[in-house]
């Protein structure tokens, strides 16, 4: 185009093509029933009070430890987490009265720091279930993106910890049959 005019009128011309074929393929979406048949050997699936999350496909990052990654010498949630996880802020102790509290999205906040809330075994705590055996725990996942805890509304404004426990999750001993 040269700089003679101003304005410019183009002409398009409709050019339809005729299929004889279309090809349709599927989604890489799995549904809900698809996750809990592949619970008990997807390592990155975690079930959670809102449905099974498989962790490789997720919207946002989760971070996951599973039971071979647990140490059994821990005395409660709060010493697994503890350094475990880079972000994770651990305060408070198992043995004191009041527990403690864990931080996933930072102490950057002065006046509006909020601790995270557990989802065990789809019920959702907003104190530290510091009385959980830690022995117990099949997986655990750390959700802290607004992608992954917006389904908690406003209690996963600080992060949400996802715990699978051996005892709570009913699919765990379930066979699935591939053939």
């Not at 009041?98 to 909020?114: E, K, M």
């Not at 805890?149 to 005892?167: D, Q, S």
Request: net charge neutral; with cysteine.
């Amino acid at each position: 185009v040269e700089d003679v005019t101003r304005i410019l009128n183009p002409i398009m011309i409709p050019n339809v093509n005729e299929l004889d074929e279309v090809v349709v393929k599927a989604s890489k979406r799995r549904s809900q029933s698809d996750l809990e048949e592949d619970y008990a050997i997807n390592k990155n699936i975690i079930r959670t009070a809102y449905g099974y999350i498989d962790g490789a496909r997720a919207a946002g990052h989760v971070r996951m430890l599973n039971e071979d990654q647990i140490n059994p010498v821990n005395l409660c949630i709060l010493n697994l987490l503890q350094n475990r996880f880079p972000g994770v802020t651990v305060r408070g102790d198992c043995f004191s009265a009041a527990g403690g509290v864990v931080f996933i999205r930072g102490l950057n906040s002065i006046a509006n720091n909020r601790p995270a809330v557990f989802d065990v075994d789809g019920q959702i705590f907003d104190q530290t279930p510091v009385w959980l055996d830690v022995n117990n725990i099949k997986r655990l996942a750390i959700f802290n993106n607004l992608a992954m805890t917006a389904r908690y509304g406003g209690l996963g404004f600080g992060g949400v910890v996802v715990i699978n426990t051996l005892n709570g999750n009913p699919g765990i001993n379930k066979v699935v049959d591939r053939a």
